[in-house]
């Protein structure tokens, strides 16, 4: 149920071995998936390039998500490798520095757009390249990643939040679009995990400690507690699924105190 062998997927936010999307695309690869990975900017081509030598050929794509011809250019590009697609992870998400750092009521409107169309917008656009590329192959799984500050109130998660909101919602009306194509689409709610993107984050330490303590398993989750939801929901398994938020987060959303 967790087999992937002779599926294609289009893996989208790596950008060093702590990446979420990294550990997604190990497991997938590991259950047999042949992915093609996108890296933003050349700066992180090599990084990219480097870890992807332990995946069984794999394709390796510039994609800026703000970029609609590097969009394109992606699925262009599987089209014509895979000649269909089976599943797309997103995992790209980003907020000016500033915008977590001052108080929310100060989001600029250019600070609110760049989160916005890098870390909600973009999951619209992969998935309407991605269709006809899965409906090709009979249906297909899309994923992306979310996070509590969507509609719980976590600090210095500001415009953030907005954004992973505008994404869920996006998961829900994507899932009823895309759905008749047997095509399903849903998001896993991870608790914090030390990553590029919570790097800085100040405070972070203090987030994993109070999930470490209030959360119903003490303890905090890791990347491959993600990577496995991942490889589920992606897969055959999780075939009854759609338009959902998957919490992984050791329990941590049921606990009112
Ligand atoms: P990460 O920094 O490794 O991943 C974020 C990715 O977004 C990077 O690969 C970066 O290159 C990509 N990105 C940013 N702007 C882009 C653009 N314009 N075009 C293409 N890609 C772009 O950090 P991560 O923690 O692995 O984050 C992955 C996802 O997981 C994000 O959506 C994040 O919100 C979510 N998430 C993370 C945590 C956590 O605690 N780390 C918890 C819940 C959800
Ligand atoms: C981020 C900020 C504040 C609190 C936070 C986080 N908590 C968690 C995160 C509690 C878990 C990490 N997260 C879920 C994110 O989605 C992070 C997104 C992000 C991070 C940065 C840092 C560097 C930067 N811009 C960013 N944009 C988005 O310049």
Known sequence: MTDLTGRFGLIVGVANKRSLAWAIAQAAGRAGARLAITYQGERLEENVRELSASLDAPLILPCDVTDDAQVADVFAAIGREFGGLDFVLHGAAFAPRAELDHPFVDTTRDGFRTALDISAYSLIALARGAA????????????TLTYLGSTRVVPNYNVMGVAKAALEASVRYLASDLGPRNIRVNAISAGPITTLAAKGISGFTGFLQAYRERAPLKRNIDASEVADTAVFLLGPAGRGI????????????????
Do not use: C, F, K
Not at 132 to 143: D, K
Not at 247 to 257: K, L, P, R, S
């Open 132 to 143: 006809p590329l899965m409906a090709a192959r009979g249906g297909g799984s899309i994923v």
């Open 242 to 257: 759609t338009g959902e938020v998957l919490i992984v987060d050791a329990g941590y959303h049921v606990m009112g105190v």
